[in-house]
């Protein structure tokens, strides 16, 4: 069946810093993925989304490539703010699917 | 942007009371969700719904629980009976489905916390 693998619980990282979350994924058809943020007593809400291979998407500084080769679809900033600390979710869908499925999730703390 | 709300944002009740938790989707969307997440840590998905039925829950969806939305009203997760493992937060969510693409981005609620004691 179809999954979605983040490998990182907790990320910490001084501001300034560079950031990649990983998210990989299993699915026999072809993939939509999302890459959502919650931060801390808020509503999940969209950073990027993809369904073209090899073709970058970016959203206030964030950006993801989708790779069907590998299946993945790694979330990447240059510069990470204090405003950035906040739980990151990948999430995948297909058109044969009924809903999204989500990742682990991975925790972004972002220090001084 | 578009808003999902969701009532109450929190809720503590004795086990094995009943509770509904409500849902106003974003106008003129199609699909409806419930998800659940503990603790902050994994949205679990619960059940969807389309055109007044359901169309896929998971194994978390306990015959306890019930979706419905009566007339264009609120979308709504009834528990009954509740037990201890149903605290959670429980996000409402929806989405468009434009051309019938169930591939478009969800728009989330706030959560509607509850805790059963």
């Known amino acids: 069946g179809d999954s979605v693998t983040q490998t990182e619980g907790l990320v910490t990282l001084t501001k300034g810093l560079p950031v990649m979350l990983n998210c990989t994924y299993q699915t026999t058809y072809s993939p939509f993925l999302f890459w959502y943020v919650q931060h801390l007593n808020e509503a999940p809400k969209l950073l990027l989304k993809s369904s073209t291979d090899n073709k970058r998407t970016e959203h206030q500084g964030f950006y993801a490539t989708l790779h069907k080769s590998s299946s993945s679809f790694h979330l990447q900033k240059s510069s990470v703010q204090l405003s950035d600390s906040a739980l990151y979710f990948c999430?995948?869908?297909?058109?044969?699917?009924?809903?999204?499925?989500f990742g682990t999730g991975t925790k972004l703390q972002v220090v001084p | 942007g578009p808003k999902v709300l969701q009532i109450p944002s929190h809720q503590i009740i004795d086990m094995g009371q009943m509770v509904t938790l409500n849902c106003d989707p974003v106008?003129?969307?199609?699909?409806f969700y419930w998800y659940k997440q503990i603790l902050g840590q994994q949205m679990e998905f619960l059940v969807n719904f389309y055109n007044g039925k359901v169309m896929e829950k998971s194994k978390l969806f306990k015959d306890q629980f019930s979706v419905e939305r009566p007339d264009g009203s609120y979308f709504t997760l009834k528990i009954q009976p509740t037990a201890l493992e149903d605290s959670a937060v429980y996000f409402c969510?929806?989405?468009?489905?434009?051309?019938?693409?169930?591939?478009?981005?969800?728009?989330f609620g706030e959560g509607s916390k509850l805790t059963v004691l």
């Open positions: 999430a995948l869908t297909h058109n044969s699917g009924t809903y999204q499925r």
């Open positions: 969510a929806s989405s468009s489905g434009l051309g019938g693409r169930i591939t478009g981005q969800l728009y």
């Open positions: 106008s003129n969307h199609l699909y």
